[in-house]
């Protein structure tokens, strides 16, 4: 009996950790668009990208302006991976883009486009229409200094698609 017990806990540890892996693996799976800043992609080329698969798979766009030297996308990224739950709901419900900004390449022309940025990390918000329905400073975010769950999870629940139709018409009096 013992021995039975062993073999059965031990068969739903290594399924545990394999559904575990699964979970960790999706975040490869994520377009590189949605991974990394890079300076050498068209933020024209993934914007169409990310709309498409938002349209696909009934979500919003997330768009999220940074770079590799920024030492609060680096803070944010720190973030979301130390909060797992957090990092499912947003890749879940959103199409996340990441907009590099650097001396190297400003992306001036993109960065036209969007309403102006006052600092970084900076996110958008659009529909998968394209319709864009936020500017947001991620310093909204923060907490005493430091990303506040609460406040990622209740920006998460009130800008996903499912509040599209009030969002609009918010933003349109706005």
């Given at each position: ?82 909060n797992p739950d957090i990092y499912q709901k947003l890749h879940s419900e959103y199409v996340l883009l990441k907009i590099n900004v650097s001396d190297s390449n400003e992306n001036e022309a993109f960065m036209k486009s969007l309403p102006p940025t006052l600092g970084y990390p900076h996110m958008y918000v659009s529909t ?47």
């Open positions: 009996m013992k021995h039975s017990f062993a073999i059965l806990l031990t068969a739903f540890l290594i399924h545990a950790f394999a559904i575990a892996g699964e979970s960790f693996e999706t975040s490869d799976s994520l377009p590189a668009y949605s991974r990394i800043y890079d300076d050498q992609r068209d933020p024209f080329s993934d914007a169409k990208a990310a709309i498409e698969l938002a349209k696909k798979t009934n979500r919003n766009v997330l768009i999220e302006i940074g770079g590799n030297w920024c030492t609060w996308c680096h803070k944010m990224d720190a973030f979301l991976e130390k998968a229409t394209g319709k864009m329905m936020l500017s947001k400073d991620t310093a909204e975010l923060l907490t005493q200094g430091n990303y506040s769950r609460e406040a990622w999870l209740s920006f998460l629940e009130k800008w996903n698609v499912g509040n599209n139709h009030r969002n609009v018409n918010q933003s349109e009096t706005d």
